[in-house]
């Protein structure tokens, strides 16, 4: 039930389709990179498979196509950047750019921002840093749809948080994390699957915890990361408001039950406290602490340590964060990216409407 | 099984046993304040329960009372801080201090440290910056005593992050957690009462899941939060490693397996990479970002909306971060500390052999 698609020709679509709304030629191709970089990572949910969302949004006019995204106040190592309702997938980049700029100068660089639109993979912007000898740092809100441990109420999206640290010879630590026990993409796959979904993962409308993974679209809750009180959920649902509040309090965005969700057919809330959705990005030079060669002769010891540490039973080895999408990422740039039926066709019909190439399955 | 003493008369043994060691007097009492602050939230595990602890890591040579504490490496915005293998409740308010001094003029401040020795809790050096109406940010690496996803080995440690974050008339938002399911102190509750540990808490030596609680002692590890793979334990994982990283890799402490452990009874490892052990702190000025008053008038919405959310059937009220120990707070400033007869027969026998005052029981 898949089709396979070369990364080069689903990332033609993808601009092309983001160009065919009105984005300049640039921004599209900004957006279709930070886009695919979910594709190739193997975070399947959110990549092309969002495309047609990211129209939709357009369609019903919470998008800006052309948006003149800008500072609107700043330190020295600080900055809050309003996004004029554009695509998230082009606001992130550019505030990220000016983490990185400030970070040059003032060591660090530290970016809230307001008014954008979902941004895709968290880690995607994080590891912009790595190229400049920085910690790269990424967090957003998102649509509610995770309860605060004890809340029958969904007040918080899953918040991911991401930080891109870089090595000598070693790769890059990558974290990217939902700071939910699963993401939403695990549960609309056991959807599909028609499979049950482990317990601490949600809840349903009364608040109770359910196996049932399509009980939340009828009023039940993900869970914090940890799952239950017993388990930690406290930590999880701490962390999660620590996302929304960097992103939203700090900038000026929406942030709580506030946040406008991602799906466009579901309404957004009346007397919003802020403007769009908020993101929270960080760059720290490592040469700012300490000389870069010896932070990087460090990390390698510590990914050596760790990556060689005895396995459990039935386990070959101990991972390093980012290996999984690493290791994924170059699977998929040499024999392309499997797309689920349903997403494939959906994408054929995306590329009719917008009068654009679908392309050929590879092979 | 429990005698009261008024914070008055524990703040006064601690600062009598730190003068006695050959702390100065301001730093013994900031070490004083540190110390006492855990007793007050609630955190009985890391209050004057430690004082014997830290006293025998001065017996035991690893504890300067008389540190040169320094910044060795600085930009507009960051700091790294040599502890000069003094206290942590010394090294620790200096160096928040550094990056709130930062923070004052390049909008935030960050600072890493090394050689340095356990700082009591993270809440409290990131709730310093509230009163500058700044966010305050508190990590420390500790004694390996958590196994990553997967491993048997035990590599991390408990890893807390604490977030503070000032409000207008509401009290603040304060975050601090352990990166853990459990924290060590909750393990020790349990050995005490003879109780089992929930699944998900720790593994045993073969790093298999057990209930039993002192599974630690014999080779067993504390898990990351989330508890197991299925539960997104590598989150907890990833998070910790992020906290040994920004304290130590950044700052040239020991990272991992080789940071030392808190008890002078266990060994150093040989042929550390570092120095002691690493913290790593943040300070956020809120009007590098937007006016405090906007800020804080959101951050009151937060609140108020989350406090009042429809709690589960069972659950009086929905939590903020930091509500139970500014209770807890309350409670003790007035009522007195209650302290475990075992605790207090240590402190008595500790102050003797100090040469101070052991207070008398309230009441």
Redesign the interface.
Known sequence: MMAVFSYESLHQLALEVFVSIGCPEEQALTAADALLSADLRGVDSHGVARLSGYVRLWENGRVNPRPQIRIV?E????A?VDGDSGLGLVVAPFAMGVAIQKAA????G?V?TCNSNHYGIAGYHAMRALAHDM?GLSMTNASPLVA??????R?LGTNP?A?A?PAGAEPP?V?D??????ANGKLEILQRKGAEA?S??I?DA???GTNDPSATARGGALLP???DR???S??????G??V??FSA????AN???WVPPFVAFLPVAPDL??KGIGHFFGA???D???PAA??KA??D??IR??RS?????G?E???I?GDPEREMEGIRRSSGIPVVDAVAADLEALARKRGVNFPATMG
């Open positions: 106040h330190t020295p190592s600080t809050v100068t003032a060591g660090t530290w809230s910690i605060p441990t004890f809340s029958i109420e007040l948080i930080v640290i630590f974290a994390l939902a700071t939910t026990t699963a482990p601490g993962w809840q009364e608040g109770r990361l940890g799952g017993e388990h930690g406290h930590k999880g649902y701490a962390l408001a620590v929304d509040i309090v700090l900038s000026g942030y709580g039950p406290p802020g720290m030079r490592v700012a602490f300490r010896d932070f460090n990390m010891q510590w340590r760790f540490a005895r396995p459990v039973e386990q080895r101990v991972l964060p």
